[in-house]
């Protein structure tokens, strides 16, 4: 089973312009359509978010898919004394070392060791700030030919890598049919894989 | 300008048809406190309409000699409902476009007052804009914001909104407390008082997670002096100043009570489009993977699917808990076709879940599909 990188953040107020064009609405409706689109097909691997992540164990829940096998969470060390509780619940968390006590040297770190995943077979962006941008450079940089998706209608840095990289060239920027975009766009991907 | 809400009138009605129809729509927005052509949209034979996605969008089709199609092809491939109507005049099916005839029609009698109402309710429910329909559940810690919640309550009651304060930190029963969890897996929006000791007093991780997990939204009011979680960080937000609100009384002010008003109508009309649209999307994506197609969405959102096999089946999608009625509601709104009800798992109680694979196992075919698994369901179609 593939595994396929999720990107999504909610963007906040005072880091830069990204809450500008976000809709916090839509980011959680597309991070739920993507699991129940993807979920029991491929592993899904993210940095978690804590408004997001209790989400993806009730869709698991739900569509009765182990959580603990189905998504695998990086977590830097570096925020160790900040982990959520729920951390110790499940197994599938992996920890990064921390670098230097350096906050910027230990995310990349973690986003390295996440992105250079060999069974990573595709990526997604979802709202976002510039962490979601790094994300996506590293991303390109270990799997040059993989397949990119950045949902551009929740807005964030996510609209911003579909219209300065091309990828919105021939999107809808305003569709909210999640689930569409996400059957066409994994059905597509896995016919191209095995042709 | 962008509405809430978006209707239309296509197709070839009378002028008298469409001074009805205008008059009865206005009548019901007024008990809902929307107006037309502010909060709510209406156009009237335009030559193409073109809804915004992000808002719940209806029309209705008069049928007639050389009535303009306008994008009729584009709405029903975009699952927007679009209700025939036939009347006195005009009840030919063969003056509907091909493409309008395996919907449900709807008769409007010219001769009967009644005429306009019937159809002006049914272009009302395909954007949720029943009092039934609007459901929200408001949650607050009760020694922080009682009065504030009473006086929410009482607006948005006025409004015509299905209201339930979940009072938490009262002495509850278990079945209290079971109530509060079915009322909120069908509301819309939960109206979020967020008080400075509210939110990790109230919400487990694992309880937030499955409120959106169900695709509820929620609107934050956030409070003087309050720090939000990161936890509600997909909340649609709002923060109360030092004016909104009467240190003393805990009362707001009447401009900031009307301001979350239109603030939660706003965040209610979206999460209504986004999923019904995500929802109808799920049951194309079945119907076509399995070689049938979806030829158009009509009253009571009833969507028309023709099975590989060429036989008609519509399906009433559930975006909340399907009620134990919903069925009859079905067989009631297509008498001679064959019908079954659509409902998102995703968010449901275990409960609900287990309900509704028991009565699934009562009726042979299956009448209570899951959208998760509704091309199994569609592939194993027998009448």
């Given at each position: 089973?593939?595994a396929?990188?999720l990107?999504?953040c909610?963007?906040v107020?005072?880091?830069?312009?990204?809450?500008e064009?976000?809709?916090?609405?839509?980011?959680?409706?597309a991070?739920?359509e993507l699991v129940?689109?993807v979920i029991?097909?491929?592993k899904?691997?993210w940095?978690?978010?804590?408004a997001?992540t209790p989400?993806?164990?009730?869709i698991c829940?739900?569509l009765?898919v182990?959580y603990?096998d189905a998504?695998?969470l990086y977590?830097s060390?570096f925020?160790?004394?900040v982990?959520?509780?729920?951390?110790?619940?499940f197994?599938?968390?992996i920890?990064?070392d921390?670098?230097?006590?350096n906050?910027?040297?230990?995310l990349?770190?973690?986003?390295?060791q996440?992105?250079?995943?060999?069974?990573l077979?595709?990526?997604?962006?979802i709202g976002?700030m510039?962490?979601?941008?790094?994300?996506?450079?590293i991303?390109?940089y270990y799997?040059p030919?993989a397949?990119?998706?950045p949902v551009p209608?929740?807005?964030g840095?996510?609209?911003?890598?579909a219209?300065d990289h091309?990828?919105?060239?021939?999107?809808?920027?305003?569709?909210?049919?999640?689930?569409?975009?996400f059957h066409?766009?994994?059905?597509y991907?896995v016919?191209h894989?095995t042709? | 300008?962008?509405?809430?809400?978006?209707?239309?009138?296509l197709g070839?009605?009378?002028t008298?048809?469409i001074?009805?129809?205008t008059?009865?729509?206005a009548s019901?927005l007024g008990t809902?406190?929307l107006?037309?052509?502010?909060?709510?949209?209406?156009?009237?034979s335009?030559?193409?309409?073109?809804?915004?996605?992000?808002?719940p969008?209806?029309?209705?089709?008069?049928a007639?000699d050389?009535a303009?199609?306008a994008?009729?092809?584009?709405l029903?491939?975009?699952?927007?409902p679009?209700?025939p109507?036939i009347s006195?005049f005009n009840?030919?099916?063969e003056?509907?476009?091909?493409?309008l005839?395996p919907?449900?029609?709807?008769?409007?009698?010219?001769?009967?007052?009644?005429g306009?109402?019937i159809?002006a309710?049914a272009?009302?429910?395909?954007?949720?804009?029943?009092?039934?329909?609007r459901r929200?559940?408001?949650?607050?810690?009760?020694?922080?914001?009682?009065e504030a919640?009473s006086?929410?309550?009482?607006a948005l009651t006025a409004?015509?909104f299905d209201?339930?304060l979940?009072?938490?930190?009262?002495a509850?029963?278990q079945e209290?407390?079971a109530?509060?969890?079915?009322?909120?897996?069908?509301?819309?929006v939960?109206?979020?008082?967020?008080t400075?000791s509210y939110?990790d007093h109230?919400?487990?991780s694992?309880?937030f997670?499955?409120v959106?997990a169900k695709?509820?939204s929620?609107l934050?009011v956030t409070?003087p002096?309050a720090t939000p979680s990161?936890?509600s960080s997909?909340a649609?937000?709002t923060e109360l100043s030092?004016?909104d609100i009467?240190?003393?009384?805990?009362r707001?002010?009447d401009d900031?009570?009307?301001?979350?008003?239109l603030l939660?109508?706003?965040?209610?009309?979206?999460n209504?489009a986004v999923r019904?649209?995500n929802?109808?999307?799920s049951?194309?994506?079945a119907i076509?993977?399995?070689g049938?197609k979806m030829?158009?969405?009509?009253?009571?959102?009833?969507v028309?699917?023709?099975?590989p096999?060429?036989?008609?089946?519509t399906?009433?999608?559930?975006?909340?808990v399907p009620?134990?009625?919903?069925?009859q509601?079905?067989?009631s709104?297509s008498?001679?076709?064959?019908?079954?009800?659509v409902?998102?798992?995703v968010?449901l109680?275990?409960?609900?879940?287990?309900?509704?694979?028991?009565l699934q196992?009562?009726?042979?075919p299956?009448?209570w599909?899951?959208?998760?698994?509704?091309s199994?369901?569609f592939?194993?179609?027998?009448?």
């Amino acid at each position: 089973m593939g595994a396929i990188f999720l990107s999504a953040c909610i963007p906040v107020t005072n880091r830069g312009t990204y809450h500008e064009t976000a809709n916090p609405f839509l980011i959680q409706c597309a991070v739920r359509e993507l699991v129940i689109a993807v979920i029991r097909q491929h592993k899904i691997i993210w940095g978690g978010h804590p408004a997001i992540t209790p989400m993806l164990w009730s869709i698991c829940e739900d569509l009765g898919v182990d959580y603990a096998d189905a998504v695998v969470l990086y977590q830097s060390q570096f925020f160790e004394d900040v982990y959520p509780e729920e951390n110790h619940k499940f197994r599938n968390v992996i920890y990064t070392d921390a670098v230097s006590e350096n906050r910027e040297a230990s995310l990349l770190h973690m986003r390295k060791q996440m992105l250079s995943r060999e069974d990573l077979t595709g990526a997604v962006f979802i709202g976002g700030m510039e962490g979601v941008e790094t994300e996506h450079e590293i991303f390109k940089y270990y799997h040059p030919h993989a397949s990119v998706l950045p949902v551009p209608s929740p807005g964030g840095a996510a609209l911003t890598l579909a219209l300065d990289h091309g990828y919105g060239t021939h999107m809808d920027l305003d569709d909210i049919d999640f689930a569409r975009l996400f059957h066409t766009h994994f059905a597509y991907n896995v016919n191209h894989l095995t042709q | 300008m962008t509405f809430l809400y978006q209707l239309a009138v296509l197709g070839n009605p009378t002028t008298a048809q469409i001074n009805a129809l205008t008059e009865r729509i206005a009548s019901a927005l007024g008990t809902l406190s929307l107006r037309m052509e502010h909060e709510v949209g209406w156009e009237v034979s335009p030559t193409a309409f073109k809804p915004h996605p992000l808002y719940p969008s209806a029309a209705v089709y008069f049928a007639g000699d050389h009535a303009n199609l306008a994008n009729l092809a584009e709405l029903l491939e975009r699952g927007i409902p679009v209700i025939p109507v036939i009347s006195n005049f005009n009840q030919h099916q063969e003056r509907f476009p091909e493409i309008l005839r395996p919907l449900n029609r709807l008769k409007y009698d010219d001769g009967d007052d009644g005429g306009a109402e019937i159809i002006a309710t049914a272009l009302l429910a395909c954007v949720g804009l029943l009092p039934q329909h609007r459901r929200v559940f408001i949650s607050y810690r009760r020694d922080e914001a009682a009065e504030a919640a009473s006086q929410l309550f009482e607006a948005l009651t006025a409004r015509a909104f299905d209201v339930f304060l979940d009072s938490y930190g009262a002495a509850e029963t278990q079945e209290v407390e079971a109530l509060s969890w079915q009322r909120l897996y069908n509301s819309d929006v939960v109206l979020m008082l967020d008080t400075p000791s509210y939110f990790d007093h109230r919400w487990t991780s694992a309880e937030f997670g499955r409120v959106l997990a169900k695709g509820i939204s929620v609107l934050r009011v956030t409070w003087p002096n309050a720090t939000p979680s990161l936890r509600s960080s997909t909340a649609s937000k709002t923060e109360l100043s030092a004016e909104d609100i009467d240190p003393e009384s805990g009362r707001m002010s009447d401009d900031a009570i009307a301001r979350l008003c239109l603030l939660l109508e706003a965040v209610r009309s979206q999460n209504h489009a986004v999923r019904s649209v995500n929802l109808i999307s799920s049951i194309r994506i079945a119907i076509e993977t399995v070689g049938g197609k979806m030829l158009g969405v009509s009253s009571h959102k009833a969507v028309h699917l023709q099975l590989p096999g060429g036989e008609q089946l519509t399906v009433y999608p559930t975006v909340g808990v399907p009620a134990p009625f919903a069925l009859q509601d079905a067989f009631s709104y297509s008498p001679d076709k064959s019908v079954a009800v659509v409902y998102d798992p995703v968010g449901l109680s275990q409960q609900s879940v287990r309900h509704l694979d028991w009565l699934q196992t009562q009726a042979q075919p299956a009448k209570w599909i899951k959208a998760t698994e509704a091309s199994q369901q569609f592939k194993q179609w027998e009448h």
